[in-house]
């Protein structure tokens, strides 16, 4: 005290509106109880569980509730973002017109099928003639056998919805790694 330490500076010269628990900062009101257990959800989610894995460490798991609406409704707003990441991969992934590339419908064009990636890929003409039956491109014998029926109709698939259910699945599996275990 002798040295000039301001007795004050303890949050903020306040301590009847805000509280220092770790000694860092000065707080105010705590965060909700909702916006703790939907960011938590929410992250849990998005980071395969990490981030509970990093609040068991520190001892800190104990301030989320788990079993709250709020953390559940955190876990589907993960697994809706990992599933817009995903469709976002795949759109990207579909390609785009250039050199060598060709456009390859999934529901084809003489079925009314437009030409977007909603509907299709670009794709090298091999690639094209591999999974759509009526493709037929210069050199089409030296390529080998077209691919089954079944594998055609798979490899056609727009690459942002293929995109979009890998970002599903991804964040399915981040909600199901949350320990969460209620009654």
Known sequence: MDGGLNQYAYVNGNP????????LWAWGDPIPQGAVDFSAGFGDTLSLGLTNWARNQMGTNGAVNKCSGYYTAGEVAGVAVDTVIGGAAGWAAAGAKGAG???????????GGPRSKWNGNYVTPAQHYYHDPFRYPRGWRDLGDKYPAWLQQLDRI???YKGGA???AAGAAGAGMNDCTCQ
């Not at 590339?101 to 079925?111: C, D, Q, T, V």
């Open 16 to 23: 009847l509106s805000y509280y220092d628990p770790y000694g």
């Open 158 to 160: 727009p690459n942002v």
């Open 101 to 111: 590339k060709e456009f390859s419908h999934w529901i084809p064009n003489r079925m």
């Open 166 to 168: 890998a970002g599903a």
